[in-house]
């Protein structure tokens, strides 16, 4: 079906999209990317064609944002594929609505990367990583005959293309307290970096080092790692001493396992690994411990549905559905900009990219970059591929010290590092 040819359809937005074309601007523009890097330069020309090809198949992508009087929703954007473009400007800015072709992602190269730039209002990190490792393929497939004679021109077997509300579909209907911290934490401040700018900075480790690592302190990787990042901005940013206020790191948890969901819309929880710098100089392994500590108490079942029945219960009070639209985004606001100061960072883990085994010797790496959000001036992801993982902290500030005391801190635990950056803030290592 072609893009002019697909039915009109309009769909809710899921629970979690509701807030971001409320808080989304210039400055703040909710837009993550993933990167998968290829072994051979890009062509435009088929990798718009491939578009053109993959984003009729995936509803969830081919919509426009629309305002109702009580909701936004989307609607399908029977317009062209948005337009592929060689990268000429920093990662993850704003996508403005009503450019772009309506559509809230846009599609990128540069040399042998393409670039996948998604509006969290569409969906999550594991959404985006289906969208982009279909769209690989077909590039792929346009480029090497054989690959297209072999496999054929359909989606993969197991890429889901389901579209429910998983939030909404797990509520319970159970009563839980208030489940947002308001509670300030530690505000990583400095000299900024030019409007738009975004300093990024990529540390490619070796996920069996680091997995034997991790395993030494009792942790996981996901927890080593995000200790270590708390740990450094104890060092850094606090100078080693005691602090009223705490460092929270927030830390979004892939729901779908939990649920058995496929959906490719948002599904995902918020926690947050906290230190309480309550003395002078603690140790890396005492900061990974307290870390650990934090996680475990939050990342279970219950808290999950607790996280779930919370806000979705709000979406279904009949008296919050019938207010007017702008008294809504007022209130949301106030809400999330409380929220937001409770936390001092962010580190995602988007996972692995599972690759099927005829396209493996075209894909080289992944990564995945996050914008900034209100508070947040620093902000990490984890992505890996292979024996590879990712850890990519990205930042308008202009200081370095917290990404040197990171990547400085695991090779001297043993694990080897290896730093690419964009050039736009000073030397990491």
């Known amino acids: 079906m072609s893009l002019t040819e697909k039915e009109m359809r309009w769909d809710k937005l899921d629970n979690t999209a509701l807030l971001f074309p409320v808080i989304a601007n210039e400055s703040m523009s909710s837009v993550y990317r993933i990167s998968v890097t290829l072994t051979e330069d890009i062509i435009e020309e088929k990798l718009q064609e491939a578009l053109n090809r993959v984003l009729p198949k995936f509803d969830v992508f081919h919509v426009r944002l629309r305002r109702g009087m009580f909701w936004y929703y989307f609607e399908t954007n029977n317009r062209p594929a948005p337009r592929v473009r060689k990268e000429d400007t920093y990662p993850c800015l704003y996508i403005p609505v009503y450019q772009n072709n309506n559509y809230l992602f846009r599609v990128t190269y540069y ?72 509670e300030r934490a530690v505000r990583l401040t400095g000299e900024f970096l030019p409007p738009k700018a975004l300093s990024v900075t990529h540390g490619y480790l070796n996920i069996p080092i680091l997995k034997a690592k991790a395993k030494e302190y009792g942790v996981s990787i996901n927890t080593f790692l995000t200790g270590i990042f708390a740990y450094s901005i104890y060092k850094e940013h606090l100078h080693s001493q005691p602090y009223k206020k705490p460092i929270s790191i927030c830390v979004p948890v892939n729901l779908r396992p939990f649920y058995g969901s496929i959906t490719t819309k948002n599904f995902f929880g918020m926690t947050a690994a906290v230190l309480r710098a309550d003395r002078e100089n603690y140790t890396v392994e005492e900061v990974i411990a307290k870390i650990d500590e934090s996680l475990k108490e939050q990342i279970t079942k219950e808290n999950m549905d607790s996280l779930i029945s919370y806000n979705v219960s709000n979406q279904k009070n009949l008296m919050l559905r019938m207010v007017p639209l702008f008294v809504k985004n007022l209130a949301m606001k106030w809400v999330y900009r409380s929220s937001a100061l409770a936390n001092t960072s962010t580190v995602t883990n988007v996972g692995s990219l599972q690759i099927r085994e005829d396209y493996r010797p075209y894909i080289d790496k992944m990564h995945v970059v996050l914008s900034m959000t209100k508070g947040q001036n620093m902000k990490c992801s984890i992505s890996s591929y292979g024996d590879t993982l990712v850890y990519t902290i990205s930042s308008k500030l202009k200081d370095q010290s917290i990404q040197k005391c990171f990547f400085r801190t695991l090779s001297e635990l043993g694990v080897p590092v290896t730093i690419e950056t964009n050039g736009e803030a000073y030397e990491v290592l």
């Open 111 to 182: 040399r042998k990367r393409i670039n996948l730039e998604v509006f969290h209002v569409l969906t999550d990190g594991m959404g985006g990583i289906t969208f982009l490792r279909e769209l690989v393929y077909e590039y792929l497939r346009l480029t090497h005959d054989d690959l297209m004679e072999k496999l054929g021109d359909e989606l993969c077997s197991d890429t889901s293309l389901n579209k429910e509300d998983s939030y909404i579909k797990n509520y319970t209907g159970k009563k839980y307290k208030k489940k947002y911290k308001t």
